[in-house]
């Protein structure tokens, strides 16, 4: 078997050196992109939200269960779709539709 070469001084500084900047680059990207990722996180999960609430609605009315004076409300888009019985109505986003016992309100 060989006996290990001596490695020089200077290449052990630049394998550190590369290490230590690696480390630190690392870091530096990380702290850049964790809040995008975050961002990116909360608009899927508030997308996933609405998908399901409209696909919730879908059911419901697919399979006849909504009342006569029931209000549906999701937002899709910035553009509120409201259903009653299946009939479809849309309202800007500058309006916000409740549902009140058997009243529907605009406000």
């Not at 849309?90 to 058997?102: C, E, K, L």
């Amino acid at each position: 078997m060989v006996p290990p070469v001596a490695v020089s001084p200077l290449i052990k500084t630049a394998r550190w050196s590369a290490l230590l900047l690696g480390v630190i680059y690392g870091k530096q990207r990380f702290d850049y992109l964790k809040p995008i990722a975050e961002e990116e996180r909360r608009v899927e999960e508030a997308e996933k939200k609405a998908r399901e609430e409209q696909e919730r609605i879908y059911k419901q009315l697919s399979e006849g269960n909504a009342e006569s004076h029931t209000a549906f409300v999701c937002l899709s888009h910035e553009i509120r779709f409201v259903c009653f019985n299946a009939n479809i109505f849309m309202f800007p986003h500058s309006f916000s539709v409740s549902a009140a016992n058997s009243d529907t309100i605009l406000k």
